[in-house]
């Protein structure tokens, strides 16, 4: 089974042009989904889909994702608009609480969809009874289950893209995927970078975006002195594949657009490939 990931797509950034650089971005990965072979079951969009939340920008993604021959599921970030988001995306479901927090399964893993989106503040947030609804609905199935969020409740080291360890809905979070190992793997955005680590038990990783990336400096930073440090840098669009062998859960982070070809499996390289293919098939060792 393979999912695919894309994150932080910042659709409208450049809201009077219509060949935008986020678009283009964004058109390279869907094209490097689209050429994949074989195809990905299903992609999670996983936030930040749009700069600011316009409708028009919803309705350009819905316009993407409707042409994809897979089902897309979609997380909010921090500068999405949950009304608007709604408003073009009636179909996807919420909660409770009015939060786009819902579970799908596809194949054997289940996915929990959590809405970490505070509208007007930049970090995640959790309430604690968005924490109770993630509780219930991991005791209504134990199958191996992927977490899926916007914001990474995690400490990164970069500066100023990184999560107050005590803030409230990291604890309220940590309490719940502490019960439930049937937690394989966390997959957030955000970062705008790609990042993997263990967190209370399980795996979480952290996709690169489609849009531009952030510079990695692992200095100190001081809102009072603007040192000129890099914060945006135009690394190529990323996105992630996770594939699942039917034990493991396998994450890829990949680069979308066209890359030059070094290799190919012709004639010259097909000794190789034979070699490594004995060698695993051989003898134990």
């Given at each position: ?9 910042h659709l ?42 316009s409708i ?122 502490r019960r ?106």
């Amino acid at each position: 089974m393979l999912i695919a990931q894309v994150t932080d797509i910042h659709l409208g950034f450049q809201p009077d042009d219509p060949a935008e650089m986020n678009r283009k971005r964004f058109d390279e990965v869907v094209e490097s989904l689209l050429a994949l072979s074989p195809q990905p079951d299903l992609l999670l969009a996983t936030g930040d889909l749009t700069e600011s939340g316009s409708i028009a920008s919803y309705q350009t993604l819905k316009t993407i994702a409707d042409r994809l021959p897979f089902p897309v599921h979609f997380a909010l970030g921090n500068h999405d608009l949950r009304a608007n988001f709604r408003s073009v995306f009636p179909d996807v479901p919420v909660c409770s609480t009015g939060h786009v927090q819902y579970a799908v399964v596809h194949g054997p893993l289940r996915f929990v969809v959590l809405d970490t989106l505070e509208e007007g503040h930049h970090g995640g947030a959790l309430s604690a009874e968005q924490a109770a609804w993630l509780d219930e609905t991991l005791l209504e199935d134990n199958r191996p289950t992927v977490l899926v969020l916007h914001h990474p409740p995690i400490e990164t080291g970069n500066g100023w893209m990184t999560e107050d360890l005590d803030a409230p809905w990291v604890q309220r979070l940590a309490e719940v995927v502490r019960r439930h190992p049937q937690i394989i793997r966390m997959i957030t955005g955000h970062l705008h970078r790609a990042i993997v680590t263990g967190w209370h038990g399980t795996t979480l990783a952290v996709c690169p975006s489609a849009a531009p990336q952030v510079a990695i400096d692992f200095r100190e930073i001081d809102g009072e002195n603007p040192d000129g440090r890099d914060m945006i840098v135009a690394e190529m669009p990323g996105f992630a594949l996770h594939y699942w062998t039917g034990r493991d859960l396998i994450t890829h982070f990949c680069a979308g657009g066209e890359h030059p070809v070094l290799a190919r499996y012709n004639a010259r390289m097909q000794p190789t490939v034979q070699h490594i293919l004995a060698e695993r098939t051989g003898a134990q060792h």
